[in-house]
């Protein structure tokens, strides 16, 4: 679980104070397992909301989708074997908005109405956060121009 | 496939690769080894066993409370007796007052009149009307009629017979003619009642007051001088009403809906003031709604006991809204990148929502009611167990964030017993089917929340409720 718990923090002692406190949470509601999935799908679910409460948290700051913002334009040069690393580097300079909203339904595989609960918004802005966030990443992928940060 | 979609593809695969490297068996065994809590199955079979019992132990009551009596009470015929008098001989020995003359009480019907010893025949000529005999005391001491007699009951009979009764009036029924009884009027009046109660249900009425009679002294009506025809001197006797009895079993069911007001109560330790305070501040009671079913047995329609199923819904309204949020924002220029910030921008939240709290309960309730014709007054009171608690919607956190209740572990999922009383004032639509409208209080023993939640809350419901009852 300390993998889900880093990509969605920013530093890796965020990641492994989330870990702890998402086991935390695992095993003093563990009677509350129904078994209606499976259990790592469960302890997932729980590592996420935990990561997502301890961002607010920690910043205090309501995440709300910053659209308006300008920010630098970071190309890469797109490969077909890229390594993990690599691209969540490039997901990370993503607004914080479209971030979060792009690894909860690409990575994650949540739909817009967990999204929607977890981050407290509805789900046609969910939706329309990710299609943000990949009209963001489509501009990212560029063949030639190479400009870093 | 475009490049944004292999990157999102190519993405997703490597996150996979990283999370599970724990072999399949390791979360297989993990989750054996966790007993996931069982459904409540039992209490739904409980709840079918014994609505099975139930119905079958009414249906079986039901069944053997017909095959006892066939007959309703108020649908009795009482059969009277045809008494009918041919050729009544007055006996020759009968010593007479011409002074004293026989009374005609019918209008049209030929006068039984004594004149010194003289025979006359008795004839009633129409059927329907209703001649009394009078019956003269034997100056001897001996009354004596014996015949067979028939008589014909009506409303308008029974009326014109009390209206012309005078105290020198008797009207008898006998036996057959086979047997002979004393007058009434007589020390052997209660023999002769008796002797006449025996018989099919003939009845006799007796006037005791003989003395004053017409010296016409016993007639004597002999079997031989009974002959068939159309006119027969109808005696008339008064019908023995059917005695009523009280059903002392009824059973009733019950259908309500209603409405009201959840009453709540929180507290907490001063260690969870932070959250008590949260709470308070964004949860109120907003109202209550429900439905129940029950069926119960009524004790000659004053004691009951009842039992059934009571659906409960409460709500409330959520509402948290926090003001003065910083935010920190970097602008980067796009053309030199030049990073500038953090600008400090402060906004306003606001959360609201619905809170819901389902109950099912089931009540058994003992009540005492007071009847009158048309209106019936009654109050019901006993204990409730709770089948189940689901409670849905939003809750603040320790950490002043808004969570869901299911993720919080904060509210049970059955909370116990209770105790509820209510007061009933129901009108009568029909002989079984009555509209009843029924404030109650309902008061749960337990907090409804878990244990280790900081935070103790429980309702109480006030509510009004309308409903059909149906007896059977």
Redesign the interface.
């Known amino acids: ?1 300390y ?2 718990c880093s ?1 969605y923090c920013r530093t890796a002692a965020d990641a492994q104070d989330a870990l702890l406190i998402s086991f935390t949470k695992v095993f ?8 209606e999935g ?3 799908a469960w302890i997932r679910k729980i590592v996420v ?1 935990t990561c997502i ?1 301890l961002m ?2 920690q ?4 995440i ?1 989708p ?1 659209d308006s ?5 970071i190309g890469f040069e ?1 490969r ?1 074997q ?3 690393d690599e ?2 580097k490039v ?1 990370d300079q993503m607004p914080e908005g479209y971030r979060l909203v792009f690894i909860m339904s ?2 994650d ?1 949540m739909s817009h109405a967990e999204i929607g ?1 977890a981050l ?1 918004i509805s789900e046609s802005t969910s939706r329309s956060q990710l299609m943000r966030a ?1 009209k963001h ?2 501009s990212k ?1 560029l063949n030639k121009q190479n400009r870093y ?1 | 496939m475009n490049p944004l979609e292999s990157f999102e593809k190519q993405l997703k695969e490597s996150a996979d690769m990283q999370v599970d490297h724990s072999a399949s068996f390791i979360w297989e065994d993990l989750s054996k080894a966790i007993k996931p809590k069982k459904k409540k199955r039992r209490i739904l079979l409980f709840w079918l066993l014994f609505s099975a019992v139930l119905t079958s132990g009414i249906i079986v009551l039901m069944v053997s409370d017909k095959t006892k009596s066939e007959q309703k009470p108020g649908e009795k015929q009482v059969e009277k007796p045809n008494a009918v008098i041919h050729d009544l001989e007055i006996a020759q020995d009968v010593s007479t007052d011409p002074k004293k003359e026989h009374r005609d009480f019918t209008p049209g019907g030929k006068r039984a009149i004594n004149r010194g010893g003289e025979k006359k025949d008795v004839l009633i000529e129409n059927a329907a009307v209703i001649e009394k005999l009078a019956i003269k005391k034997d100056r001897t001491g001996q009354n004596k009629v014996s015949g067979e007699f028939k008589t014909q009951t009506s409303q308008q009979s029974l009326t014109g017979i009390n209206n012309s009764r005078t105290s020198d009036e008797q009207i008898s029924n006998f036996n057959d003619g086979s047997q002979t009884y004393d007058n009434p009027g007589t020390e052997d009046d209660q023999e002769v009642s008796e002797l006449a109660s025996k018989n099919d249900g003939r009845e006799v009425i007796l006037n005791r007051e003989l003395k004053s009679l017409d010296p016409l002294a016993s007639l004597t009506i002999t079997p031989s001088s009974l002959t068939g025809g159309e006119n027969h001197e109808g005696i008339f006797s008064q019908p023995q009403c059917p005695t009523f009895r009280e059903k002392r079993f009824s059973f009733f069911v019950e259908l309500e809906g209603l409405a009201g007001i959840p009453l709540k109560q929180m507290n907490s330790g001063p260690e969870a003031s932070k959250l008590y305070e949260l709470r308070k501040s964004s949860e109120k009671p907003w109202y209550s709604a429900g439905a129940g079913l029950h069926f119960g047995m009524m004790y000659r329609n004053k004691f009951s006991v009842s039992t059934g199923l009571d659906w409960l819904r409460v709500n409330e309204k959520f509402d948290y809204s926090k003001t003065d949020i910083v935010d920190l924002i970097y602008h980067v220029d796009p053309n030199t990148g030049y990073v500038t910030g953090p600008f400090i921008v402060t906004k306003n939240i606001t959360n609201s929502g619905q809170i819901r709290h389902t109950l099912m309960d089931i009540p058994v309730l003992l009540g005492y009611h007071m009847k009158s014709e048309h209106w019936n007054i009654g109050i019901q009171a006993g204990p409730f167990i709770n089948l189940n608690l689901t409670s849905r919607g939003k809750i603040m956190t320790a950490t002043d964030q808004v969570g869901q209740i299911k993720d919080q572990n904060s509210y049970k999922d059955a909370v116990g017993a209770g105790l509820q009383g209510s007061l009933s004032v129901s009108r009568n639509l029909t002989s079984n089917l009555s509209l009843y409208i029924k404030p109650s209080f309902k008061y749960y023993l337990n907090d409804w929340t878990n244990n280790e939640y900081p935070v103790r809350t429980k309702f109480n419901n006030a509510s009004v409720s309308i409903g059909v009852r149906q007896t059977f």
């Open positions: 679980m993998p889900i990509r003093h509601n563990l009677g509350s397992y129904k078994a499976p259990l790592g909301r409460d607010r948290k910043k205090d700051i309501n709300i910053i913002l300008q920010f630098q334009e797109y077909e890229m390594t993990y691209m969540m997901v690409v990575i595989e609960q407290n990949r990443l489509q992928i940060l």
